[in-house]
């Protein structure tokens, strides 16, 4: 009998510490769901614009491959080389939450149409994180999607070999984007002004967004 009341009692345990865990994650889900309905305050400011949107282009190879990398970029068709040539081909298309980058925690929210977020385009001039083969599975779903570390990372790599130009283009985007708090979506999509609900940024200790500054666009700055 003591043997069976003790399997009674493990079961409860497990079954309460199953029910806290399935209740923290439908509250993160909540809040992940309800943080972008709220009145969304942005820093917001000029964004400069750079090579090949205006002025001259960097002089090295590897900074102008780079610079064609920021902002949208169209969808291009299937194409797939075959015995040396080049030649048409289908992309497998990926359904359901699949479609969604990798790594996406919370849910894709379409930014409030705001003259504080750019006032010079209406796309991001951010640096897309990808450069995928069109013939790819996940080319159409990551094509136009930028994380923020990335773009923070190509604005020091431009300030280094003195492509201010560049790095001011994005340091600006960066800076318009990010909130009044100091916080800042992990990811955007640079051609339909869409982000990852979810914030990074540091946190208080009571659970709100922390007011200290995004380390990454501030490392860049120290750079340019």
């Known amino acids: 009998m003591r043997s069976i009341r003790g399997l009674i009692r493990r079961a409860r345990i497990v ?8 209740l923290a994650a439908c509250v993160s889900q909540a809040v992940a769901a309800t943080s972008h309905k709220k009145t969304v305050h942005r820093v917001g400011g000029h964004v400069h614009h ?20 920021v902002g949208p970029t169209r969808v291009k068709p299937c194409r797939i080389r075959r015995h040396g040539r080049i ?3 289908r992309r497998k298309k990926i359904r359901g939450k699949s479609a969604l980058p990798p790594g996406f925690r919370g849910q894709i929210v379409r930014l409030h149409p705001d003259a504080t977020t750019t006032t ?9 994180s990808f450069d995928i083969p069109t013939s790819d599975p996940s080319y159409v779903r990551l094509l136009n999607w930028s994380w923020t570390y990335d773009s923070a990372i190509a604005a020091a790599a431009f300030g280094v070999v003195g492509d201010t130009s560049e790095a001011q283009q994005l340091l600006d985007q960066l800076s318009a984007l990010q909130h009044t708090n100091g916080s800042i979506e992990e990811a955007f999509n640079v051609s339909t002004n869409e982000a990852e609900s979810l914030l990074r940024s540091g946190d208080d200790r009571d659970g709100r967004l922390g007011r200290r500054p995004r380390c990454f666009p501030a490392s860049a700055d120290m750079h340019f």
């Open 120 to 128: 010079t385009a209406t796309t991001l001039q951010l640096i897309r």
């Open 87 to 89: 030649a048409a081909c």
């Open 50 to 69: 750079a090579w090949p949107l205006r002025g001259k282009a960097p002089k090295g190879p590897l900074a102008r491959w780079l610079a064609k990398q």
């Open 15 to 22: 079954c309460v510490a199953l029910a806290c865990v399935v």
